[in-house]
C-alpha cells in the first residue's frame, strides 16, 4: 500500500465545502427567499388501474426501482398478502412517490414495496397467506382467484405523486440536495427509514456498492455476528438474514462508511450522521484507483485489527463486571479502525505488542468509566477527536514500551 494516509481522491475532496444556510435573516429576506420559489416543490398527481401499472413497468426505462432508490427488502410474504387483501377491500393505499428523471421517465422514491408486491402478485409469483378478513383467498396466486374477484381487484387504482424537474435546479448537486430533502421526509411503506438506508437510495454509485460490497468481508461479517457471507444474499437474503437489526438497517454498511469518514475527523461538522452524509455526497467523485487504495487500507486494517485483539475484536471492557462484553460497541471500533489505520507502517511491531495493547485498551475504558467516551456517549467533534487521538496514543504507548 502506499504511504499515506488518504487516496487521491481523498486529499482534495474538502476543497471548497459549500457554505451552510444562514439561520438569522431579516423578514425582508426571508419573504424574498420564498418569493423567489427556491426549495418549492412542483408535484403532479397520476392514477392507473392495476393491470395497466404493471403493463406499464414492463416498458423499459419507465421507472426504476431498485436501480436508484434501493434498499435491503423487508417485507414477508403476509405483509404482501394484506397489500393484496387492501385491494380486495377497497381499503385506500398510500399513493407511490416519485421523481422525474427525464420526461415520461421516473425513479420511484417511495413505494417500492408496493409495487414490487404488485407486480409479483400480477406474475403469479406471489401465493396470498394469513389474510384475517378473506381467509378463503389464502394459498391463492392471481391466476386462481375467483373471477369476481380477479376483476374487482383488476377495478383498482395505484395513484403515484410525482416530484417534477422543476422542483431541482440546474446542477447535479442541487437534484440531488432536493432528493435528499423530500426522501428523508417521507415514511416508506410504513417503515422509517434509517439514515443509512436513505444515503444507500439517494447516494447509489460506484462508492455506494464498494461500502456494500467491503461489508461482506469475512471478519467485518464475524465481528458482528453476522452469518457468513453467501452469493445467493445480494439477490434474496434469508429471513434470517433479514430479521437482524443490523443487517436490515443497513448498519452493518454505515459502519464501514464511518470508518472512512472518521478518517477525516478534522473535518467533522454537521453532527456525526450529517458528516457521514456529506463524505458520502464528496465520495461520489472517487475513481477506480481510489476504491482500489482504500479496499486494500480497509482490509489491511480489519486483518490488522484482529490480529491484536482476535475475538474480543470492539468489544469493549465492562468496568463494573471486570469482563469483556458479548457484543462489539459501533463507537470503539471506530477508534480502533481509524486509529490502528494509522499505523499500519509499523504493524509488525502492534501485532508482537498485541498482549499489552489490549490491557492497554482496559485502562482506556477504566479511565473514562464516568464520562463514557469509548461507548459513544457524545459525538460532538470533541468526542469523535478525543477517542481517536487517545486510541492512537495508546497504540504509541504500548509499542514504545
Known amino acids: 500500500m502506499p504511504n499515506m494516509i488518504y487516496s487521491p481522491s481523498e486529499q482534495t475532496m474538502w476543497e471548497a465545502v459549500g457554505r451552510r444556510a444562514t439561520i438569522h435573516a431579516t423578514d425582508e429576506e426571508i419573504n424574498s427567499k420564498y418569493t423567489s420559489r427556491d426549495w418549492r416543490i412542483v408535484t403532479e398527481a397520476n392514477r392507473e388501474q392495476l393491470p395497466n401499472f404493471v403493463e406499464a413497468l414492463r416498458r423499459p426505462g ?11 427488502l423487508r417485507w414477508d410474504v403476509e405483509r404482501q398478502s ?20 427525464d420526461f415520461a421517465k421516473y425513479e420511484v422514491m417511495d413505494g417500492q414495496q408496493r409495487i414490487n408486491t404488485i407486480r409479483e402478485f400480477y406474475s403469479n409469483g406471489l401465493e396470498l397467506a394469513g389474510l384475517e378478513q ?6 391463492k396466486t392471481y391466476s ?30 442541487e437534484q440531488m440536495m432536493v432528493k435528499q430533502q423530500v426522501f428523508e421526509r417521507l415514511n416508506t411503506g410504513g417503515v422509517e427509514l434509517t439514515r443509512q438506508e436513505i444515503r444507500n437510495c439517494l447516494f447509489q454509485g460506484e462508492f455506494n456498492s464498494f461500502l456494500v460490497d467491503l461489508a461482506t468481508n469475512a471478519l467485518h461479517r464475524a465481528a458482528w455476528k453476522l452469518p457468513p457471507f453467501t452469493s445467493s444474499e445480494k439477490d434474496l437474503p434469508s429471513q434470517q438474514l433479514l430479521s437482524n437489526k443490523l443487517y436490515s438497517k443497513m448498519a452493518d454498511v454505515e459502519i464501514v462508511l464511518r470508518f472512512f469518514a472518521l478518517r477525516h475527523a478534522d473535518r467533522y461538522t454537521r453532527g456525526l450522521q450529517g458528516f457521514l452524509d456529506l463524505y458520502m455526497h464528496r465520495a461520489r467523485k472517487f475513481t477506480t484507483e481510489d476504491l482500489t487504495w482504500l479496499r486494500a487500507m480497509f482490509n489491511e486494517t480489519l486483518d490488522l ?9 470492539f468489544r469493549p471492557w465492562d468496568v463494573r463486571v471486570g ?3 458479548a457484543d462489539p460497541h459501533v463507537a470503539f471500533a471506530d477508534a480502533v479502525m481509524v486509529g490502528i489505520s494509522r499505523n499500519l507502517s509499523v504493524k509488525d511491531r502492534l501485532v508482537s505488542s498485541k498482549a499489552l495493547i489490549v490491557e492497554r485498551t482496559k485502562e482506556l475504558f477504566v479511565r ?15 468526542d469523535v477527536v478525543g477517542r481517536i487521538e487517545e486510541y492512537v496514543h495508546m497504540l504509541a504507548e504500548a509499542i514504545r514500551v
Do not use: C
Open 82 to 101: 394484506k397489500l393484496i387483501e387492501s385491494f380486495v377491500m377497497n381499503i385506500p393505499v398510500p399513493p407511490l412517490f416519485v421523481y422525474e428523471s
Open 305 to 313: 485489527a484482529s490480529a491484536i485483539y482476535g475475538a474480543l475484536l
Open 134 to 139: 378473506w381467509p378463503e383467498l389464502n394459498g
Open 144 to 173: 386462481k382467484l375467483p373471477s369476481e374477484i380477479k376483476k374487482g381487484i383488476d377495478r383498482r387504482s395505484i395513484s403515484y405523486i410525482v416530484l417534477l424537474k422543476e422542483s431541482a435546479g440546474s446542477s447535479p448537486e
Open 62 to 72: 419507465w421507472m426504476e426501482l431498485r436501480p436508484f432508490y434501493q434498499r435491503r
Open 368 to 382: 473514562h468509566a464516568d464520562d463514557g467516551l469509548f461507548m459513544g456517549r457524545g459525538n460532538t467533534k470533541g
Open 323 to 325: 469482563t469483556w462484553e
